[in-house]
């Protein structure tokens, strides 16, 4: 994320779209009218926008990584009755999910109602091939701007000039057409909140459709989030530990001064961050602290966190300088012997966004006028906090609960603002407390006790239990007015060991040479015939494609695709078991346009695997095959038939095998659109 004069400055037009909505009824009710009751439902789509399915309401909740297994043994026991009632009545059924079950693809599918051929997202990272593997994030991409005035240390954008420049911007790198086109299209509103691999937000043609963006979403420092720790016994100089900074405090009098790293200013030539002073006041007597930083005074006892505090970041720029607000929320642990303070990932304030966060771009103002600050980064539960040992079990959980929380107020919301047409709404606390949380077995866990794991996982069914709360709510609210769909993108599974790719193909002559640690720095290139990126990604070092390509297309690439096959689909581990489920050959498995960053290969590991923490970046370890020791010890990037999601309804499912694609024409055909030729999937409802 780049942060510059050229971002959605979040235009204040929502009265306009009111207007615009307010306007659009009366004249779709006069129009209804004066057809008659011989209105079909079918005609309104060729009216284009000039009248709406009279108040048809759809309701979705995306419950990320609700597992199948799970659900069904909690419905068994009695624990989960609102789904149970879906299912007796027949709205129930496992949902395929993509390959490979990562859930930016996995939403994707859903957003097209197609697969990765048709939107272009096939893991969570993708590379370059151009650059010899060069890594970048799939769904979203920052591309540099053009054409600058140098003045002193900074520069200036010539956005005057007619040529030879361009803007930075950030760009959804999605591909295809969202199935919410169509409804927009056809004069039906639909609203999302939260939406993942839809960042920045697509625009909407018609001022139909609202979204609000939900993972890959950006903090103010461009990741996915970065908390900052700042502790007595930290570094003197500021480590970076991916997904969060440490840094030393040192007390004089019980007085330390520290430094907030914010976002970075592009107005310089040598682009740095922009830092924020503050003042940590510490009274050990009374287990507390008082953290001055710009107006704010907040004090804080051991085990508090503060409320949402704005921040205001000014960045130097030739002329008058700029102000950037973010967001961030202040957690004291500890506070002696060693002082310990956390600091959130800095958000943007969704009162007055940096960067776009939602479609149109005055619709987070509103949710923010009426619910105050919220989070509004893509992935907004702190797992690195706890895989970094910032948290604890106990402190993942509370936060985790902040996330669920405004979650469920931001639902309220939703419910009190929507009228008819689509609503969309995600909750990731199924997913990502899950990921930490999710223990199925007796076997040791990586990081607790036997007796943590089940407590730990009990909650997490605590957490299916308040979605099915959720679920009671909204059927006895709209159960008899609405079409309710129930999702999830994926199940789960724990993540025992890990299977370093890159490993097993130096190990077997494909990557050169023997003792290279990572494809990123050490390869030798015309010799190394395939290589492993991104969590199920095998690429093939292909003549023409690759920068440094060696293997020749046609039956030199066919050989050595069905040779990597065969072989990966034989890896035994140490007791016998099967490693991979299934290697997916994609050009038999993706159709579409959009397949030219595909890998050659998916990995689909079998239950229990994944590929390895080091593969993801193409790095490598000793071994092939070894424990995953994280605090991140359940998974889903597995084979998709080993992971399925599942789907619940109001409306008997009778579709057999229904999958991730099928959803979209599903609501289309609910608003009796016909299914568009860019829709792979089919109707759920239909056999
Ligand atoms: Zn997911």
Known sequence: MQVNDTMEPGLANTDKIRLNRREFLKRSAVTAATVGTGFGIKRVYALKGKSSVAEKKVIVIGIDGMDPRLSQEMMNEGKLPNFDKLRKSGGFSILGTSIPPQSPVAWANFINGAGPGSHGIFDFIHRHPEEQCVPFFSVTETVAGKGYWEIGDHKLQLDFWPFNHKPPATLLRRQGIPFWDYLDEAGIYSTFYDLPSNYPPSPSKYGRHRCLAGMGTPDMLGTYGTYQHFSEDGPLVTKDEGGGK????????????????????????????????????????????????????????????????????????????????????????????????????????????????????????????RLGLFYTTGFQEDHKALSNKVFTDEEYRIQADYVLQERLNLLDYALENYDDGLLFFYFSSTDLQAHMF????????????????????????????????????????????????????????????????????????????????????????????????????????????????????????????????????????VNGRNVIHKAHRTDKTYTGPATRLAPDIVVGYSRGYRASWATCLGDMTKEVLLDNDSAWSADHCADASEVPGVIFSNKPIGADAPSLVDVAPSILTEFGLNIPHSIEGKNIFTT
């Open 438 to 573: 999710w223990w199925d077995t007796d076997e040791k866990h990586p990081t607790r006790s036997a007796e943590d794991a089940v407590k730990y996982f009990n909650h997490l069914k605590g957490i299916y239990g308040r979605m099915d709360s959720v679920v009671g709510d909204i059927m006895k609210r709209y159960g008899d007015k609405a079409t309710i769909i129930v999702m999830s993108d994926h199940g789960f599974a724990n993540f025992k060991r890990q299977f370093s790719l890159n490993s097993w193909l130096r190990e077997n002559g494909y990557l050169y040479p023997p003792d290279s640690t990572s494809i990123l720095r050490d390869v030798d290139w015309s010799k190394t015939r395939a290589y492993g990126l991104g969590m199920n990604g095998l690429y093939l070092n292909l003549k023409g494609r690759e920068r440094d390509g060696i293997v020749e297309a046609g039956g030199e690439r066919e050989e050595l695709v069905e040779e990597l096959i065969n072989k990966l689909e034989a890896v035994r581990d």
């Open 246 to 369: 440490r840094s030393m405090l040192f007390f004089e009098n019980e007085t330390a001064r520290a430094k907030l790293i914010g976002p970075r200013n592009d107005f310089l030539k040598n682009p740095e961050p922009v830092t924020i002073e503050f003042v940590v006041y510490r009274d050990i007597k009374a287990k507390a602290a008082v953290i001055e930083i710009q107006k704010h005074r907040i004090p804080l006892k051991e085990g508090q966190w503060s409320h949402w505090v704005k921040l205001d970041f000014e960045m130097s720029k030739p002329g008058f300088n700029r102000h950037i607000n973010g967001i961030c929320r202040f957690y004291l642990p500890e506070v002696s012997p060693n002082f310990r303070l956390y600091v959130s990932p800095i958000n943007a304030d969704p009162s007055n966004p940096a960067i776009k966060l939602t479609e149109p771009p005055a619709f987070v103002k509103e949710i923010s006028n």
